[in-house]
C-alpha cells in the first residue's frame, strides 16, 4: 500500500482544518498567543510581513492624496455615545480605563486607584474621537476635504479570539474623511474599496468580491457599508476590508458643520475605511499548504534564501563566499519596485532541516549551493509554489538576471490559482433544497468542508436573510454593485420576486 | 525710534518662551491637544515629520541587526509587580483598565461592566510583557541574542503636559535585547547609544551629550541607564534618548533563563532603548525661531515649496505650468537617500499669506515665481535658515542641479550653529558661590533664562545631587564616559574630592 505523502505541518487541510491554520501560524513564526487574553504577539517574520503590507497600503492612500496623522488612543464613554447606534454595536466589546494609578492594597499587593471622573473606552475604532477634531478643523467649503489616515492599533474585547482573524487587539488603518457633498463622500467611498480591491489582487495574489452590505451586517452608524470579500480554502468567506458612507450620521454626532458656497450652516458628509492585520490570515488561507506558509513575492520579508550545502568544514570558506556573491548580486535586482531580498542562511544546522524551516516560513525561493554547484557556476532552485522537493539546476547569472520574471510568475501563479479555486467553489443556485445540500457537511466529522459561495436570487427581505442564517449559518456576503445586470428572478428562499443574485457563505 | 522687527510668531521667545513653544507648534501644525486630558492629536505635518524619524531610525535599527515585532498593548498587573523597582517607579502614572464591556447603568447613560478578574495596565514601557515572551522563546545559549524593536504607542498618566514633551500617550520605540553575556549586553547598550547620538547629530542636527545617569536618574529597574541630552534655546536640558544595561535584574523577574556552553542555567542580560515623539519637542527647541519651526532638510516632510505669484488670471495657467516643470524636475533629484520633495502651492491665497504660512512650517526651501521670473528663466528662492525677507535669484536650471548640495548646505549649518549655542551657553564652574550664579535667572520675571550648562566636579554623594536639586531645581544629566580623562578636582557642593567633572543644568 502507497503511504500517504508527508507533510510539514500535522494535521492537514484535509484532516483538521481550523488546526492546520494555527499549526502554520506557528510552523512559520508569524504569530503567537501573549499571556494577555486574547492579545497576539506579532513574531518578526509576521511583522515584517505586515510592514509590506503598510507600505504597500501607504504609497496607494498617498497616491489618492490622503495624508496620514494620528489620534488618541482614548475616547471618553460621553463622545461614543453620541451616535446611538455606533455605541450599541460596540459597547459588548469595550476595554474601559477607570483608574489612572496604583498603590497598595489592603492584601500588599497593588490596586487601581485615582478613579478617573468619566471612563475613557480604549479606541475600538476612532470616528467620534477623531470627529471632535474635524469638528474644530472645519468651518467653511474651503476647509473640504479632509483626507486623512490612520495607522493604530485598536481594541475589542473578543470572547472567542485566532490570531490574525481575530483578537482582542489588532493593528490596522483607519481613513476619515470629510467632504462638502454626499455625491463626493460617495465617490470616497468606491475609491478606497477600488483600493483594496486593487491591493488584494495584486499585492496579497488574492482575489476579491465586491460589493455592499445588507442592512443587519453594516458598519454600526452608517449609511451603506461596502466591502471586499475572499474565499478561503474552506471555501468560507473572510470579510477582508471594508469601506463605508457614513452620510451625515457621524457629521451630525460629533457636530462637523461647515459654511457652504451657498452661506449656509451645513452637516458634512464622511467617510470611513480600513483594513487589518485580519489580512495575514486571509493570505494564509487563500496559499498556505500542508507543507505551511506560502508568501506572495510582492509581500514575502524576504525572496529568496540561499543554503550552503556544506559536508565538509573545509568547503564552508569558499561555498559561503559563493553564496554571498551570488546573494549580492540579487539584491542588485528590482523587483516590483523594490530590491530583491536575500537571506543567506550560514546557521550550524543540517541542510535538510534548514530548508524545511523556509518552506514552512514561505519564502518564495529557495536555492541550494554545494560544491559541485559552485565548480560548475550553478545553483539548486526551489520554488514555494510548487512541491517541496521539485527542484532544477540553473546558471547563477542565468538565475540572477531572470529573478524578477520569475517572482512575477509565482505571484501571477498564485493569483490565477486562488482565482481557479473560487470559481470553482461558487455556484448559481436557484432552489432552496440545492441550497441546502450545497451548504451541509457532507462528511458530519468536518463540518467546515461544504460547497463555497452561492449565487443566488434574494428579495431583499430580512426574513429570508434571518432564515438563511439560523438554518445553515450562512449570510450574505455581499450584493454586487451590478447586480442587476444578471437578470431578475425568484427568491432562492421565499420564491417572491428579486432583483437579482447576491453572494451566499458561511464566514469567519 | 526703531520699530521691532515683526515677528511670525507672538511672543517671541525673549518674551515668553514657554507660550513661544505652544505657539510654534500650532502655527506649524504640528499637533494640537484633543479632547482627551494630556493626549495629543498629531496633525499631518507633525506626524510626516515622525514618520521621517521613524524610518531613518529603523533603517540603523536594521543595519545593526535589529528586527522589529509587536507585542501586546495590556500588561497584566502581576506582571508590572515582579520586579519591584520597576513597578514603583511606574505605579503612579498608570492607566489601568478594569472593565471589558459597557452596559446600561441606573440613569440612563452606559456604565463599565464585566469587570477583569486581573486588571490590565496599558503599558508604559513593556519590559515585563516582552520578558514574559522571551522567557518561552530563549531556551539555550544558541537562540542568543535576540535583538528586537518595536514602535508602538504607550501611556504614562502625566498631570502636567506639554505636547511633544510630556504627554499621557505618545509614539515610540523600544528596543529590547537578550544577551549571553554581561559584556555582550553592555556593548549593545552603548552601540544604540551611539546609533542614537548619530541620528540625533546627522538628521536631527541637533547635538548631544552622551553619559551616563546618577543612581538617583536611572531607569526604575536598570542597573545603568546611559543618555543623551540636547540643550534648548532656552539653556534647558533635554533628555533625547536613553539606552540601559538592565543586567540580570529583568531576567531574573521574568524568569529568561537559558543553558550555557558549559550546560549550567543562567539568567540571561538584558538591555532595552528608546527614543519618543518627545525628538520633535527636541527638534524644535533646538531650530526653531521667532517665525516659527525650522526643519532639518533630512527630515522635513517636504523640502521645497514652489509660490506661483500670479496677479492677473491670465497668467496662472502659464506660471504654474513653469513650476510643475520645475517641480518635476525637482522631484528627480535625491537628497540624503529620498527623492527631493516638492509642494506647488496654487491655492487660491494671497502670495504674501501663503509664503508666511510655508514660514511657519520651517520648510528648508521657498521658491517665489512671477511672470517676470518665467521670463528669464529664474526663480526666486529663500531660505529658512535665514532671515524670512532675504532672498535672492537664480537660474531656474541651477537651482536644480544645485538643490542637493543646497539641503545639505542649511542642514549642516543648522547643527553648526546649535553646537556654537551650546559652547557658548556651557562653563566650567568650579565654585558654589557661582554655581547658584550661574543657575539663578537674573529676570525674575524670566526664569527660565540662566546660565546653561555647568560642567563641575561632583564627590559622587547623592547628599551633594540633592542639595542642588533642591535650592536649583538643578541635576547632574549625565557622568561623561570619560570623565576621568578631564583630570581630578574638588566637588562644587562640598569640597571632597572628585574622579571629574559632570554636567549640570535645568532640565524638562
Given at each position: 500500500?502507497?503511504?500517504?505523502?508527508?507533510?510539514?505541518?500535522?494535521?492537514?487541510r484535509?484532516?483538521?482544518y481550523a488546526?492546520?491554520y494555527?499549526?502554520?501560524?506557528?510552523?512559520?513564526?508569524?504569530?503567537?498567543?501573549?499571556?494577555?487574553?486574547?492579545?497576539?504577539?506579532?513574531?518578526?517574520?509576521?511583522?515584517?510581513?505586515?510592514?509590506?503590507?503598510?507600505?504597500?497600503?501607504?504609497?496607494?492612500?498617498?497616491?489618492?492624496?490622503?495624508?496620514?496623522?494620528?489620534?488618541?488612543?482614548?475616547?471618553?464613554?460621553?463622545?461614543?455615545?453620541?451616535?446611538?447606534?455606533?455605541?450599541?454595536?460596540?459597547?459588548?466589546?469595550?476595554?474601559?480605563?477607570?483608574?489612572?494609578?496604583?498603590?497598595?492594597?489592603?492584601?500588599?499587593?497593588?490596586?487601581?486607584?485615582?478613579?478617573?471622573?468619566?471612563?475613557?473606552?480604549?479606541?475600538?475604532?476612532?470616528?467620534?474621537?477623531?470627529?471632535?477634531?474635524?469638528?474644530?478643523?472645519?468651518?467653511?467649503?474651503?476647509?473640504?476635504?479632509?483626507?486623512?489616515?490612520?495607522?493604530?492599533?485598536?481594541?475589542?474585547?473578543?470572547?472567542?479570539?485566532r490570531?490574525?482573524l481575530r483578537?482582542?487587539?489588532?493593528?490596522?488603518?483607519?481613513?476619515?474623511?470629510?467632504?462638502?457633498?454626499?455625491?463626493?463622500?460617495?465617490?470616497?467611498?468606491?475609491?478606497?474599496l477600488?483600493?483594496y480591491k486593487?491591493?488584494a489582487?495584486?499585492?496579497?495574489?488574492m482575489p476579491v468580491l465586491t460589493g455592499e452590505k445588507t442592512a443587519g451586517e453594516r458598519?454600526?452608524?452608517?449609511?451603506?457599508t461596502l466591502c471586499i470579500e475572499a474565499m478561503m480554502q474552506d471555501r468560507k468567506a473572510l470579510q477582508a476590508g471594508t469601506?463605508?458612507?457614513?452620510?451625515?450620521?457621524?457629521?451630525?454626532?460629533?457636530?462637523?458643520?461647515?459654511?457652504?458656497?451657498?452661506?449656509?450652516?451645513?452637516?458634512?458628509?464622511?467617510?470611513?475605511?480600513?483594513?487589518?492585520?485580519r489580512l495575514?490570515g486571509g493570505m494564509l488561507m487563500t496559499?498556505?499548504?500542508?507543507?505551511?506558509?506560502?508568501?506572495?513575492?510582492?509581500?514575502?520579508?524576504?525572496?529568496?534564501?540561499?543554503?550552503?550545502?556544506?559536508?565538509?568544514?573545509?568547503?564552508?570558506?569558499?561555498?559561503?563566499?559563493?553564496?554571498?556573491?551570488?546573494?549580492?548580486?540579487?539584491?542588485?535586482?528590482?523587483?516590483?519596485?523594490?530590491?530583491?531580498?536575500?537571506?543567506?542562511?550560514?546557521?550550524?544546522?543540517?541542510?535538510?532541516?534548514?530548508?524545511?524551516?523556509?518552506?514552512?516560513?514561505?519564502?518564495?525561493?529557495?536555492?541550494?549551493?554545494?560544491?559541485?554547484?559552485?565548480?560548475?557556476?550553478?545553483?539548486?532552485?526551489?520554488?514555494?509554489?510548487?512541491?517541496?522537493?521539485?527542484?532544477?539546476?540553473?546558471?547563477?547569472?542565468?538565475?540572477?538576471?531572470?529573478?524578477?520574471?520569475?517572482?512575477?510568475?509565482?505571484?501571477?501563479?498564485?493569483?490565477?490559482?486562488a482565482l481557479n479555486f473560487r470559481k470553482e467553489n461558487t455556484r448559481e443556485i436557484n432552489d432552496y433544497e440545492k441550497f441546502q445540500k450545497f451548504f451541509t457537511p457532507k462528511?458530519?466529522?468536518k463540518p467546515e468542508i461544504h460547497g463555497g459561495f452561492a449565487s443566488s436570487h434574494w428579495c431583499d427581505?430580512a426574513?429570508c436573510e434571518e432564515k438563511v442564517k439560523n438554518d445553515l449559518t450562512v449570510t450574505i456576503r455581499c450584493v454586487p454593485f451590478d447586480r442587476?445586470?444578471g437578470?431578475?428572478?425568484?427568491c432562492v428562499v421565499?420564491?417572491?420576486?428579486s432583483?437579482g443574485r447576491v453572494t451566499f457563505a458561511k464566514s469567519y
Amino acid at each position: 500500500m502507497a503511504k500517504a505523502p508527508k507533510t510539514a505541518i500535522t494535521p492537514t487541510r484535509e484532516e483538521d482544518y481550523a488546526e492546520w491554520y494555527q499549526q502554520v501560524v506557528k510552523a512559520a513564526e508569524l504569530a503567537e498567543n501573549s499571556a494577555v487574553r486574547g492579545c497576539m504577539v506579532i513574531r518578526p517574520w509576521g511583522y515584517a510581513l505586515w510592514e509590506n503590507i503598510r507600505d504597500g497600503l501607504d504609497k496607494m492612500f498617498k497616491a489618492t492624496g490622503h495624508v496620514n496623522a494620528y489620534f488618541p488612543l482614548f475616547i471618553p464613554l460621553s463622545f461614543l455615545e453620541k451616535e446611538a447606534e455606533h455605541v450599541e454595536g460596540f459597547a459588548k466589546e469595550c476595554a474601559v480605563v477607570t483608574h489612572h494609578r496604583l498603590e497598595a492594597g489592603p492584601n500588599g499587593g497593588l490596586v487601581p486607584a485615582g478613579e478617573l471622573e468619566e471612563p475613557l473606552v480604549v479606541r475600538p475604532t476612532s470616528e467620534t474621537i477623531i470627529g471632535a477634531t474635524y469638528a474644530k478643523w472645519v468651518q467653511s467649503y474651503r476647509d473640504l476635504p479632509i483626507l486623512i489616515n490612520q495607522w493604530a492599533n485598536v481594541v475589542r474585547w473578543e470572547m472567542r479570539t485566532r490570531l490574525f482573524l481575530r483578537t482582542t487587539e489588532f493593528l490596522w488603518q483607519e481613513g476619515h474623511t470629510v467632504h462638502e457633498t454626499s455625491a463626493e463622500a460617495w465617490e470616497e467611498t468606491r475609491k478606497m474599496l477600488e483600493v483594496y480591491k486593487t491591493f488584494a489582487e495584486e499585492y496579497m495574489a488574492m482575489p476579491v468580491l465586491t460589493g455592499e452590505k445588507t442592512a443587519g451586517e453594516r458598519f454600526p452608524g452608517a449609511v451603506s457599508t461596502l466591502c471586499i470579500e475572499a474565499m478561503m480554502q474552506d471555501r468560507k468567506a473572510l470579510q477582508a476590508g471594508t469601506s463605508h458612507f457614513l452620510g451625515q450620521n457621524f457629521a451630525r454626532s460629533s457636530n462637523i458643520l461647515y459654511q457652504s458656497r451657498e452661506g449656509k450652516e451645513e452637516y458634512a458628509w464622511t467617510t470611513s475605511w480600513g483594513v487589518s492585520t485580519r489580512l495575514i490570515g486571509g493570505m494564509l488561507m487563500t496559499h498556505a499548504d500542508d507543507d505551511g506558509m506560502v508568501m506572495p513575492p510582492r509581500l514575502a520579508p524576504s525572496h529568496v534564501v540561499l543554503l550552503p550545502i556544506i559536508r565538509q568544514d573545509s568547503e564552508r570558506e569558499s561555498i559561503e563566499k559563493y553564496c554571498n556573491e551570488i546573494a549580492d548580486k540579487l539584491r542588485q535586482q528590482v523587483y516590483h519596485g523594490r530590491p530583491v531580498e536575500v537571506v543567506v542562511d550560514t546557521r550550524d544546522l543540517n541542510a535538510g532541516e534548514k530548508g524545511w524551516q523556509w518552506v514552512k516560513k514561505g519564502i518564495p525561493v529557495r536555492l541550494e549551493v554545494g560544491p559541485r554547484d559552485m565548480e560548475s557556476g550553478g545553483v539548486f532552485v526551489a520554488r514555494r509554489d510548487r512541491g517541496a522537493k521539485e527542484k532544477y539546476g540553473q546558471n547563477k547569472d542565468e538565475f540572477i538576471s531572470g529573478i524578477a520574471a520569475l517572482l512575477d510568475e509565482i505571484q501571477h501563479g498564485l493569483l490565477e490559482k486562488a482565482l481557479n479555486f473560487r470559481k470553482e467553489n461558487t455556484r448559481e443556485i436557484n432552489d432552496y433544497e440545492k441550497f441546502q445540500k450545497f451548504f451541509t457537511p457532507k462528511d458530519k466529522e468536518k463540518p467546515e468542508i461544504h460547497g463555497g459561495f452561492a449565487s443566488s436570487h434574494w428579495c431583499d427581505g430580512a426574513a429570508c436573510e434571518e432564515k438563511v442564517k439560523n438554518d445553515l449559518t450562512v449570510t450574505i456576503r455581499c450584493v454586487p454593485f451590478d447586480r442587476e445586470a444578471g437578470g431578475v428572478g425568484r427568491c432562492v428562499v421565499c420564491g417572491q420576486p428579486s432583483k437579482g443574485r447576491v453572494t451566499f457563505a458561511k464566514s469567519y
